[in-house]
């Protein structure tokens, strides 16, 4: 959801935390509620991959405070622009390696029948080593996600950002987990190629490319496994795009996932070494 975003200074542990603070008396009913929801997601969900909820409280001036993980590299759409600028962009092994990392926070928020809905390089967010590159890569912002009671269950309400929206969103047809999917494909496609998959002059412009499934040519020299990853990922058929547990188990992906686990515990804070590795374990161990 919409307010500003600090970043702050717990006085006794001495660490920095990003908070959200959301005026509640002048947002509108579907507003607060998106506050709520988004309060209510993040204080359940427990992965290394997802921003961490730290707290949330109301302040006396009516402010909702929502206090976060900070990830101190920023996002990703502003980390590969300016990686870009100095010719220093991460290579393909590495990319792939951060995709692993957004599959299995989507994979856990699906577990949890929650679609996240707003997919996009600027709500994925980096925090570890700069120098060695060994990042953790955490999704974050689901002011937008919705809960379904099964997830099976198709949401109705079109929402999301225009670019990455899905065919079955643009033609305001009922749509499920796999329109995450093509959000996934839309990012995976970005973070290789440098740029958007789908672009236009005008909003009619955009629907018709997203609806034909239409996105521009790769023109990195990304390896055609990945390519074939990216194109049926943004199949216009939903039921055509892979699932999660699809997406991990193909040869691209598969082989890449132990070194995916050692680097996201070596990224975070060694105290929570253990744990991380633990959460891992079990999510991989169910698919």
């Keep these: ?26 947002s509108s009913r579907e507003g607060r509620e998106a506050t709520e929801m988004e ?7 427990r992965h290394p991959n997802i921003v961490a909820y730290r707290d949330s409280f109301a302040d006396s001036a009516g402010y909702l405070c929502i206090v976060m993980e900070y990830c101190e590299h920023g996002d990703v ?32 928020l699906h577990c949890q029948k929650i679609l996240h809905r707003d997919l996009k390089t600027q709500n994925i967010f980096l ?13 974050g912002d689901f002011g937008i996600a919705k809960m379904l009671s099964s997830t099976n269950d198709l949401a109705k309400t079109q929402i999301g ?17 796999k329109s995450d999917i093509w959000g996934l494909g839309c990012v995976l496609y970005e973070i290789v190629n440098g740029q958007r998959a789908f672009d236009a002059q005008s ?27 990216i194109k049926s990922m943004l199949s216009k058929s ?11 188990h193909t040869s691209v992906i598969r082989p890449r996932i132990p070194l995916v686990q050692r680097s996201v515990v070596a990224a975070g804070p060694p105290e929570a070494g253990a744990e991380t590795a633990e959460i891992l374990a079990q999510q991989l161990a169910a698919l």
């Design 203 to 229: 909003l009619n412009g955009l629907a018709l490319k997203i609806i034909k499934g239409q996105y521009t040519p790769i023109t990195s020299s990304c390896s055609q496994s990945t390519k074939s990853l």
């Design 127 to 139: 925090t570890g080593d700069r120098v060695q590159g060994n990042f953790a890569v955490k999704l």
């Design 238 to 248: 939903p039921s055509n795009r892979p699932t999660l547990k699809e997406i991990l």
């Design 1 to 26: 959801s919409f307010g500003q975003v600090f970043l702050v200074l717990h006085k006794t542990d001495q660490q920095h935390y990003v908070m959200k603070s959301i005026e509640l008396q002048t």
């Design 77 to 108: 759409f502003t980390y590969l622009q300016d990686a870009k600028k100095i010719q220093k962009v991460p290579e393909e092994n590495r990319l792939l390696e951060w995709f692993i990392q957004i599959t299995l926070a989507l994979h856990a």
């Design 39 to 45: 309060v209510r997601l993040l204080s359940t969900l």
């Design 161 to 177: 950002t225009p670019f990455y929206m899905s065919p079955e969103l643009i033609n305001n047809k009922p749509y499920g987990v």
